[in-house]
């Protein structure tokens, strides 16, 4: 039977929706049943976790948080960090408005 790592992390990671998943815990998800585990699971994970946010980034925001990944839906509509970053001003304009007292 072959398995379908991406989908196992996105449902691992859906059942604990808005809360942190140690590497750990997915890392026993996915290679537990195998009499060897990757020496360094990390760098796997992570690679697997680009393929879980290209199949499921445009509704779900797919977070790295140092140990663990966390999901959480994206808001319809809502833009990416990156893209929104992208998208900012480089200069701040000053607003013209004056915001002292009322004449």
């Given amino acids: 039977m072959r398995r379908d790592a991406c989908g196992i992390l996105f ?4 059942w604990h929706e808005g809360r942190r998943v140690s590497y750990r815990v ?10 060897q585990n990757p020496k360094d699971p990390t760098p796997s994970l992570r690679e697997l976790m680009v393929y879980v946010q290209q199949r499921h980034g445009d509704e779900w925001a797919i977070d790295d948080c140092g140990r663990g990944f966390r999901i959480s839906p994206r808001a319809m509509g809502a833009v990416p960090a990156a893209c929104a970053a992208a ?3 480089r200069h701040r304009q ?10």
């Fill in 87 to 89: 998208r900012r001003p």
């Fill in 26 to 35: 997915l890392g026993d998800l996915l290679w537990g049943e195998f009499a």
């Fill in 94 to 103: 000053l607003s013209t408005t004056c915001s002292g007292r009322g004449g």
């Fill in 11 to 14: 449902w691992a990671l859906r």
